[in-house]
């Protein structure tokens, strides 16, 4: 590794067969955002630890220094170059093991866990984005989730991109106006209840997951560009507004 580090990363056939995936039990559905990292559809909410901006400071301060040095054969260049690497491996070591702890306690917690699909690769081209999407680790994170499921036999599933989950009244599944980023509860003009904006998303999320379960059509609902058909064509234009920062899917 760049870093002067040395990783071990051990592989092991332990001969044991993934046990038959079951739908029964809890069900969580969860709303990925940048504000929170991670809101449920239980209520609660786990904050974005922005590891990149806590040692962004360190990782200027280490940038300079090898940018001053400017005879590439140095000694003291190839120091510096360590130091900046171990700051970069800090972080992704920092991360990933948030990312972990997280995941394993959703998935202990739950027999079938549903997200939005984020289609992230496509997200990442919007370079204004680009860093804090990549900083906040979405992919890593489903991707920890999907094989922590399977291997329990528990389920994991994506609800298509397409789907309006922050736009949808949790209780009733009728629209609910336009609002600004700012808002993030709001008095539902359909059920009467205050809702929490990114609780009800994950509310939606989880019901749209049970409802694919319950269809049996996961294999063809999981490509994410199959968009339900009871939402009609007035979901397209709604989905493709980028009028929501906390909801990563709507940026294309
Ligand atoms: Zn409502």
Known sequence: MTDGRYYASLLMEDGIEKPEASGEGKAIGIDLGLTDFAVTSDGSKYQNPRHFKKHERN???KQCKLSRKKDKTTSNRRKAKKALARVHSKISRVREDYLHKLSRKIVNENQVVVMENLAV???VKNHTLAKV???VGWGTFCTMLKYKAEQEGKIY???GRFFPSS?????TLLHV????????MFDCPHCGQRHDRDTNAAINIRNEGLRILSLGTSDTALGGSVRPKRYGR?????????DELGSPCFIA
């Not at 007035?234 to 980028?242: D, E, L, R």
């Open 59 to 61: 990782l200027k301060r």
């Open 167 to 171: 736009h949808l009244c949790s209780n």
């Open 234 to 242: 007035k979901s397209t234009t709604v989905a493709a507004t980028p």
């Open 177 to 184: 106006p336009k609002m600004g980023l700012s808002i993030r």
């Open 133 to 135: 999407i990549s900083d």
């Open 157 to 159: 599933l994506e609800v």
């Open 121 to 123: 690769k496509n997200m």
